[in-house]
């Protein structure tokens, strides 16, 4: 095998030949500042207010609402620092759940050595977060609940309505990171609620490095990056014009077939799943059977570590992940999976395999026969496994 079968769309995808065309004359001939006041200028100006609008009409906001920022992980530091610290008078009390991606979590952390308070829910076996639990947390302190639309290891999404209802009851400011949500599942900001939304390009097939934070009008929140007036004076800094032209062509392409493309990446999603458990024993899928991501799969292999796995996949040409791409490299059990419920040294033997785009069939059927050696190699290696199979 010399082509690269790559399964880990939900670490990043590749940019669409159509999104890279757009973007390259944003690079050395449309290349003015978009703050410029000649017509060059005026042409990123436009080129940025046009991807602008086609990202709000996506989620049904206004263009004025959407903030550029330089990815996911900025979007969700923006959203929670901005509305903490602008809202301090008014309560110091922050409501997460277990198992939100680290740009979530750290920023957590950092705000309560702020002092301020932060609660991290519970989800269920599913990695469905507790409602109940989320309602009783809510006091008079609390000014924000940060709730993830779609879980990027497990791909569990969450009950994102009733959250956005329970959220303007209460009167406290909803955010959501849907880093993994955009450009793969329809979202509109009213219907749901949803105050402050975070999204990232190259989840969508869109540039590294460029993403959006929605504001709802009237939401209270301090500026990320004082400097000039750019993004209504909130995140000053020079526009990333290819970057956000990219985004805006990008995001446009993947709601224009999102139906077909969902159905596509499902029938190969539970056809790999399938084939899994009819030919491997002791093996566990993690998060929800249906309501998951078009494109993930996760799954626990017992007695074996997910490492070595991905290593031995990697030396067959297939590209997949253990964990979260920020997390892997470390040898401690995914956060998500422990929320679950899963003992440890499960946790450690999982896999996570994100389908795209450009996966097929003849892929999946590979990647299963594939997978069929490398764990019956693994396991022959394993005591444990040996024992068991004794025992049987
Ligand atoms: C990838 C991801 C992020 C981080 O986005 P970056 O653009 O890499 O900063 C945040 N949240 C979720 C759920 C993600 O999947």
């Not at 978009?34 to 206004?62: D, F, H, M, Q, W």
């Not at 002791?282 to 490492?307: A, D, K, M, Q, S």
């Not at 031995?312 to 401690?332: N, Q, V």
């Not at 059990?333 to 033997?349: N, Q, R, T, Y």
Request: proline share 3%; glycine share 8%.
């Amino acid at each position: 095998m010399t082509k690269l079968i790559y399964m880990d769309n939900s670490a990043t995808t590749p940019v669409k030949q159509e999104v890279l065309d757009e973007m390259l004359p944003y690079f050395n001939i449309k290349y003015g500042n978009p703050s410029s006041i000649y017509s060059l200028g005026s042409t990123s100006k436009v080129a940025v207010e046009t991807s602008r609008e086609k990202i709000a009409t996506t989620i049904n906001a206004n263009a004025k609402d959407i903030f550029f920022t330089a990815g996911g992980s900025e979007a969700d530091n923006w959203a929670l620092k901005g509305v903490a610290f602008a809202n301090r008078k008014k309560g110091n009390h922050i409501i997460t759940s277990k198992i939100e991606h680290h740009g979530i979590l750290h920023t957590c952390e950092y705000l309560e050595k702020q002092g301020f308070k932060v609660t991290y829910i519970d989800v269920d076996e599913y990695g469905i977060v507790d409602l109940n639990q989320l309602k009783k947390s809510i006091t008079d302190e609390t000014i924000l609940i940060s709730i993830m639309f779609a879980n990027n290891e497990i791909g569990t999404i969450q009950p994102i309505k009733e959250i956005g209802r329970i959220a303007k009851e209460k009167g406290v400011y909803f955010h959501t990171d849907a880093v993994q949500a955009i450009g793969h599942i329809k979202i509109d900001v009213d219907e749901l609620n949803i105050d402050m939304l975070s999204m990232a390009a190259h989840k969508f097939y869109g540039p590294k490095g460029i993403g959006a934070l929605y504001i709802r009008p009237g939401v209270k929140i301090d500026p990320l990056i004082s400097g000039g007036g750019q993004e209504r004076n909130r995140r000053a800094g020079t526009e990333n014009v290819p970057g956000i032209v990219g985004m805006g062509k990008a995001i446009e392409l993947a709601y224009e077939n999102l139906d077909e493309h969902n159905n596509k990446l499902i029938e190969l999603r539970d056809r790999l799943i399938k084939k899994v458990f009819e030919s491997i024993d002791y093996v566990r899928l993690n998060g929800h059977p249906t309501n998951r991501l078009p494109g993930n799969i996760n799954i626990c292999f017992e007695f074996i570590e997910g490492e070595s796995l991905l290593l031995s996949l990697d030396m067959e040409g297939i590209a997949g992940s253990s964990g979260s791409a920020c997390t892997s490299g470390t040898l401690d059990p995914s956060h998500v999976l422990l929320a679950i419920g899963l003992p440890h040294e499960i946790a450690h033997g999982s896999l996570r395999l994100s389908l795209g785009d450009f996966n097929t069939k003849d892929e999946v059927d590979y990647v299963v026969e594939k997978l069929v050696e490398i764990v019956a190699r693994l396991r022959s290696m394993s005591p444990l496994y040996e024992k068991v199979k004794e025992v049987k």
